[in-house]
């Protein structure tokens, strides 16, 4: 079977190297020749030089590739797709072809350019997960649509993607661009997840005055067990690292956090489809803070010594409600991408698209093994769910920052807790007559219900 790939930075060349090793003759192109140099160089060393053809346009792609064709593209998101894409009509692909974008491309730009290009190519959508490490010894590759083309190429996805307990991490999650729409609600996760984790060590290091090496040996600890996850086990090790001065890594490192969008683009879409995320909006706006403290630096700064308190924080309750915390940032993705599919009719398979988070990706965690019984079940954690309550409690008393766990205590206590909602539509009755609906289900005004002798407007 042969494939093309378009785009050989770190993903595309590592990318490459794993389909070539799992049996594909590939056929591969970049505006850039060191690129084409080095990939040819990394598969000499593996010995796999003969199944690697470095073409020097797409023109000579096309006419390499045999009928039907399988094209990926692994291009930075935005333009470049669409200017590759009317590239490859000109060099000659054909209504057959299937050609699919492999970036971390927005799904509304997936919606169009399946119109767009519908007489051209099949157009298809797949994010992928994993980062380098990952596209080279496997991803988690959330795919969609029902182009024809798919089923030439799957199975060799399915080889290519990570695996756990031998079920691939490789799915046709849903219709039309739903597996970027996945792939986005992946990366709103892991902003929360990471940003979870930071505010974790900061309770723990500020909080509680312990060194980073010591907020990453209780780390160490909670990803021996059940709490296991990539990104846990990722800062505990940054954590434990030092300088030759025996400095902690993480002191040298500016506190200002970038983002490529993904994150932004999962606030927005909640926003828009009404849909709350509040930890993983959190998440994008605490990477924001970050970003604007230096207008106010010495204020803050003064005030932050001021108002910060040491607090006595139990490790069992805070590894309880970490994970209480973690569970419900998944909750949220999961919510969002059921009701999206509901709005465009995408009909996505949850199970399938935790089947992709298994392996392979950043978000993976033992604990997905608990959510894949049903999201309902976190709602019955009793325990953990007070240890969640009383260490957001603790970590506020604190007077530190913890915009993703005190949102995410917030929204269990809003699903949980009686509702004020009452209020606030009496208030929009009261002054716009919007109207309010009654516990029986009828429609009418607060004046129907009461004599309202004065408004105050
Ligand atoms: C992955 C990552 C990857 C990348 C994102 C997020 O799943 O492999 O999510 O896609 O890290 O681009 O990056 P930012 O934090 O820069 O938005």
Not at 25 to 45: F, K, M, R
Not at 122 to 136: C, K, L, P, V, Y
Not at 149 to 173: D, H, L, Q, T
Request: net charge negative; aromatic share 6%; glycine share 8%.
């Amino acid at each position: 079977m042969q494939v093309a790939l378009v785009g050989l930075g770190v993903m595309g060349k590592n990318l490459a190297l794993n389909l070539i090793e799992k049996g594909l003759t590939l056929v591969a192109y970049d505006t850039n020749p060191d690129a084409g140099a080095e990939l040819i160089s990394c598969a000499q060393s593996l010995g796999l030089a003969e199944r690697l053809h470095i073409v020097s346009d797409l023109g000579d792609m096309v006419r390499r590739l045999e009928s039907p064709r399988s094209i990926l593209l692994l291009v930075p998101a935005g333009e470049l797709v669409d200017r590759v894409c009317t590239d490859l009509i000109e060099a000659g692909v054909a209504k057959e072809d299937i050609i699919v974008d492999c970036g971390n491309s927005n799904y509304k730009d997936g919606i169009t350019r399946k119109l767009k290009y519908q007489n051209k190519f099949e157009f298809a959508t797949m994010g992928i997960s994993g980062g380098a490490e990952g596209a080279r010894h496997g991803p988690a590759m959330m795919a969609s649509g029902s182009e024809g083309g798919w089923e030439r190429i799957e199975p060799w996805f399915e080889k290519v993607a990570a695996s756990y307990n031998g079920e691939s991490c490789f799915a046709r999650v849903g219709q039309s661009a739903s597996g970027h729409f996945v792939k986005m609600v992946h990366n709103g996760i892991e902003y929360a997840l990471m940003q979870l984790i930071a505010e974790v060590y900061q309770l723990l290091r500020h909080g509680t005055e312990r060194s980073p090496k010591e907020v990453a040996a209780i780390f160490e600890q909670w990803s021996q067990g059940s709490l296991n996850s990539y990104l846990l086990s990722i800062s505990s090790h940054i954590l434990s690292l030092e300088t030759e001065q025996s400095e902690p890594l993480v002191d040298l490192i500016d506190n200002k956090v970038g983002a490529k969008g993904t994150g932004l683009w999962t606030a927005q879409n909640a926003l828009e489809l009404g849909i709350a995320v509040p930890s993983l909006v959190a998440a994008v706006q605490a990477r924001h803070l970050t970003n604007t403290i230096d207008t106010h630096a010495a204020k803050e700064m003064t005030y932050a010594k001021k108002a910060t308190i040491k607090v006595d924080v139990d490790l069992d309750e805070l590894k309880d409600a970490f994970y209480m915390a973690s569970l419900l940032c998944y909750r949220q993705g999961l919510a969002l991408i059921k009701g999206a599919s509901r709005e465009h009719q995408w009909k996505v398979d949850l199970a399938k698209t935790l089947q992709t988070w298994r392996a392979g990706c950043i978000i993976r965690a033992d604990y997905l093994d608990d959510i894949a019984q049903g999201v309902e079940f976190i709602d019955t954690l009793e325990k953990e769910s007070a240890a969640l309550r009383n260490v957001a409690g603790l970590a506020m008393a604190s007077g530190l920052a913890f915009p993703v766990l005190s949102s995410t205590q917030t929204y269990i206590a809003t699903l949980s807790t009686p509702s004020n909602g009452h209020l606030v539509q009496a208030q929009r009755d009261y002054f716009g007559e919007h109207g309010i609906k009654t516990h029986s289900g009828e429609t009418c005004h607060i004046t129907d219900l009461v004599e309202l002798e004065s408004k105050v407007r």
